[in-house]
């Protein structure tokens, strides 16, 4: 593939995603962190993980103690006692030395994720039943719809492109393209009911509720393909709205935005009205004529699904 097709391919096809982020079969921890928010979420993790894990043990090994050395057999005559000023006090000034040592990391990380400073790109996703569609207001301002390419097994194995099977449920006819390691401010709305747009990977999870313009950011470590899904129950279809990132190069991007604002409409909808806009895109949408060939193609995708 030439680089000129390669770019042209860029949010298209479905290469593996090499060094993304995937969800795998049986897999027990978290998908390999692709965002500094989510390397934060991993420690904080690992923080919780040994204090709860102590208090575990610590509980366990007491209930057995008092099990057999306070059982009726060994100890026939129990103790009238009621008060222990030395126990009470350890056991209220313990638990909250443990929530502070919790909560000081936890308020860091919650301010952390909540926004950036510096954002080298904004994107408005905006949650539809039961699809997505993303906005660049700061690069040209175009917008698009990003919709399930496959939902069974079948439909995957058909919608194959070079060789490359998409993931079930997984990915979409449009990615969102972003360039590596810069923070990417993220907005979520929602035009019919409460959508919640997670990456895994990105340690993003953020509803998208109608009316409400909410804030968080990412920055993609390393390129490849993140996958995510709508995390907010939504209606019939909400399992068949997933999310896909595709992390390119610098100069990737840039030369995606070139063709991305000639490929897609430009935002119409003044802000504060997504309603209006996405009414009008929902009619085109049932007429099976928004976006060209992709649209045409996923409806197509879409009723075969809903006629089973
Ligand atoms: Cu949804």
Redesign the pocket.
Known sequence: MSGLAAVAASGLAWPAAALGAQPRPWEMGYQAAGSPVMDQVESFHGLLLVIITAISVFVLALLLYVMVRFREGRNPTPSKTSHNTMIEVLWTVVPIMILVVIAIPSFKLLYFADRTADAGLTIKAV????Y?SYEYPDSGNFTFDSRVVCRTADECTQAAKGGVTPLRLLDTDQRIVVPVNTNVRLLVT?VD????WAIPAFGVKLD?VPGRLNETWFKAEREGVYYGQ??????V??GF?PITVEAVSKEKFDAWVKMAQEKFDKVETPAGEPAKGAADKEKKADAGTTGGKTAETTNAVELAGRAQ
């Not at 709508?230 to 209606?235: A, D, K, N, R, T």
């Open positions: 949650g539809h039943q039961w997505w929602a009911v409460i959508h919640s998208g709508c995390s907010e129950l939504c209606g279809d909400h709205m």
